[in-house]
């Protein structure tokens, strides 16, 4: 039986890197797709002050419900162009080795229905770049994304595809001093993974 693994993984700005769409004769391979976000543990949060001595860096925790829901918008994103898919619960997939994340078939260990021939795995990084003052007009968020396609049962590769995304967003800064409302920045992110989530799929299927 064959298996494929679709590997999402975020990179920050509004241009497509290192793409590598699937063949045509590849396409044909698809057919059941098990989809996964793994990419909102965190949010990386700096800020610049005047001095050394006021930088921060920190993470902000985010909520669990946003990778469920991300499974979700990329499931619908291939079953669109499709592909029978269902989103599955983040905990299904693991990482040998985290620092590697899912950049490697030999890393991935992934536990899916028989039926399933391809999992795709949305996994990066949120960074959020901040300065107060005058300076904060150039705050933002960058959202990290790459897409790598295995076949499962060789661990060859099928497709390779990554986008870059800028939001700016200058009401919010990343000083410990403020305090923001957390779904300010659940807006922030929900947005970036859903512009950024179609951007990474045309790449790879166009």
Same mark, same amino acid.
């Given at each position: 039986?064959?298996?494929?693994?679709?590997?999402?993984?975020?990179?920050?700005?509004?241009?497509?890197?290192?793409?590598?769409?699937?063949?045509?004769?590849?396409?044909?391979?698809?057919?059941?797709?098990?989809?996964?976000?793994?990419?909102?543990?965190?949010?990386?949060?700096?800020?610049?002050?005047?001095?050394?001595?006021?930088?921060?860096?920190?993470?902000?925790?985010?909520?669990?419900?946003?990778?469920?829901?991300?499974?979700?918008?990329?499931?619908?994103?291939?079953?669109?162009?499709?592909?029978?898919?269902?989103?599955?619960?983040?905990?299904?997939?693991?990482?040998?080795?985290?620092?590697?994340?899912?950049?490697?078939?030999?890393?991935?260990?992934?536990?899916?229905?028989?039926?399933?021939?391809?999992?795709?795995?949305?996994?990066?990084?949120?960074?959020?770049?901040?300065?107060?003052?005058?300076?904060? !007009?150039?705050?933002?968020?960058?959202?990290?994304?790459?897409?790598?396609?295995?076949?499962?049962?060789?661990? !060859?590769?099928?497709?390779?595809?990554?986008?870059?995304?800028?939001?700016?967003?200058?009401?919010?800064?990343?000083?410990?001093?403020?305090?923001?409302?957390?779904?300010?920045?659940? !807006?922030?992110?929900? !947005?970036?993974?859903?512009?950024?989530?179609?951007?990474?799929?045309?790449?790879?299927?166009?």
């Amino acid at each position: 039986m064959h298996k494929y693994i679709f590997i999402v993984f975020l990179m920050c700005s509004c241009s497509t890197l290192n793409n590598n769409v699937i063949k045509p004769e590849d396409r044909d391979l698809i057919k059941s797709a098990a989809v996964v976000s793994k990419i909102a543990d965190n949010l990386h949060c700096s800020y610049i002050g005047l001095t050394v001595f006021n930088n921060t860096n920190n993470l902000i925790p985010l909520d669990n419900s946003l990778d469920a829901q991300f499974s979700k918008n990329l499931a619908n994103e291939l079953s669109a162009l499709g592909v029978q898919s269902y989103a599955i619960d983040k905990d299904s997939v693991s990482y040998v080795n985290p620092d590697v994340g899912p950049e490697k078939w030999d890393n991935v260990r992934a536990h899916l229905p028989p039926t399933t021939t391809t999992l795709v795995i949305l996994d990066g990084t949120y960074t959020f770049n901040s300065r107060g003052g005058y300076y904060a !007009r150039n705050n933002g968020l960058t959202t990290s994304a790459s897409i790598y396609i295995y076949d499962l049962a060789s661990g !060859r590769l099928l497709g390779k595809g990554s986008a870059n995304r800028y939001f700016p967003d200058g009401n919010f800064t990343c000083d410990k001093s403020y305090v923001h409302p957390l779904d300010h920045l659940t !807006r922030l992110v929900e !947005r970036s993974a859903a512009e950024i989530g179609k951007e990474v799929i045309n790449e790879i299927t166009k």
